[in-house]
């Protein structure tokens, strides 16, 4: 069982940045890969990005590629999500999920546990 919670949300301008922070439960985030996600209002959750368990790989959707950074360090049980040159499009709900196993996922339905969700409005 794991449990994540998300946390860095928050209203920046355009060109902002944000941090973004997943902090998760139990003795055994290492076991996890990890992804972000975002939901729009009226759109379904899509992928923003994923680390391999290690830390060796990640995965970006086209739209945040050069401005999004996914880390993690599992001495904290933490992952993140730096994101740089935000724009009116990036606003979402933003979500981690983790996948047991070593590599992430592109798709909602290969993720077990979400955490609440966290709110990134970026202004015009």
């Known amino acids: 069982q794991v449990q994540l919670v998300e946390s860095g949300g928050g209203l920046v301008q355009n060109g902002g940045s944000l941090r973004l922070s997943c902090a998760a439960s139990?003795?055994?985030?290492?076991?996890?890969?990890m992804g972000w996600f975002r939901q729009a209002p009226g759109k379904g959750r899509e992928i923003v990005g994923g680390?391999?368990?290690?830390?060796?790989?990640?995965y970006y959707t086209d739209s945040v590629k050069g401005r999004f950074t996914i880390s993690r360090d599992n001495a904290k049980n933490t992952v993140y999500l730096q994101m740089n040159s935000l724009k009116p499009e990036d606003t979402a709900v933003y979500y981690c999920a983790a996948r047991l196993g070593s590599w992430y996922a592109t798709s909602v339905n290969f993720y077990s546990y979400w955490g609440q969700g966290t709110q990134v409005t970026v202004s015009s």
């Open positions: 680390i391999t368990r290690g830390g060796e790989s990640t």
């Open positions: 139990g003795r055994t985030f290492s076991s996890y890969a």
